[in-house]
């Protein structure tokens, strides 16, 4: 299958500080891609969708702001965490799929996230 | 998209079939259902995903009822690294998507 890859795979930042995850579709262009954050014991939530060449669309209650989203390539997606707290530690995970509408999406191996 | 629901965990004998249940019984006509599991610290997985037919590839089985409100996905071996949270998703694109609270499988020696 197709190729998502995150990095770094884990972060440890001090608060205050920025912290970018990049995610790189390998083998395929990416025309939209996903940023989505897992706290301990729950379920992945969609923070937002970047597209590529545009804005990203945030999900409510997801500051932009402090949630950075670049998607200068068909390739290559960041996510820039800006002025990080201890509660915006998390584990960040992003998927990409293919143009065609109902292939499946690939995910990258997620990004840990402490912020001390 | 149509919510899912799974049962929160299962066990499975190692080499065993496991079959995992998902209700979908506000699926629409144009969403398919996709399979992903969740190892421990890891991105999730893509495993299989179908329409109205019966899929198979080399990971997994999914088997859609007619009336296309439920699924069960099949691991027909299972193995220890199959422990995993499995997700069912209902949704008409697979760019964009919803995830539950999936299934805890756990592979017993």
């Known amino acids: 299958g197709a190729v998502v890859s995150q990095h770094p795979s884990r972060v440890i930042c001090k608060s205050g500080t920025s912290v970018k995850i990049e995610c790189r579709s390998l083998?395929?262009?990416?025309?939209?891609m996903f940023w989505y954050r897992q706290f301990p014991k729950q379920s992945l939530m969609l923070m937002a969708t970047s597209n590529e060449g545009s804005k990203a669309t945030y999900e409510q209650g997801v500051e932009k702001d402090k949630f950075l989203i670049n998607h200068a390539s068909l390739t290559l997606s960041t996510l820039t965490v800006t002025s990080a707290h201890p509660e915006d530690s998390s584990f960040y995970i992003c998927?990409?799929?293919?143009?065609?509408?109902?292939?499946?999406?690939?995910f990258g191996q997620g990004t840990r996230l402490t912020v001390v | 998209d149509a919510k899912t629901t799974q049962p929160p965990s299962m066990d499975c004998a190692e080499g065993r079939a496991a079959n995992l249940p998902c209700n979908h019984s506000?699926?629409?006509?144009?969403?398919?259902v996709y399979w992903y599991r969740q190892i421990h610290s890891q991105g999730p997985q893509y495993i299989i995903h179908g329409l109205k037919n019966n899929e198979t590839n080399e990971m997994a089985s999914l088997i859609i009822t007619e009336d296309r409100k439920s699924s069960t996905l099949i691991l027909p071996h299972a193995t220890l690294r199959d422990t995993a949270v499995y997700y069912c998703?209902?949704?008409?694109?697979?760019?964009?998507?919803?995830f539950g609270s999936g299934t805890q499988l756990t592979v017993l020696p």
């Open positions: 998927s990409a799929s293919r143009f065609t509408m109902n292939t499946e999406a690939f």
């Open positions: 506000t699926i629409s006509g144009n969403e398919y």
């Open positions: 998703i209902v949704s008409g694109s697979a760019r964009q998507l919803t």
């Open positions: 083998d395929f262009q990416a025309t939209t």
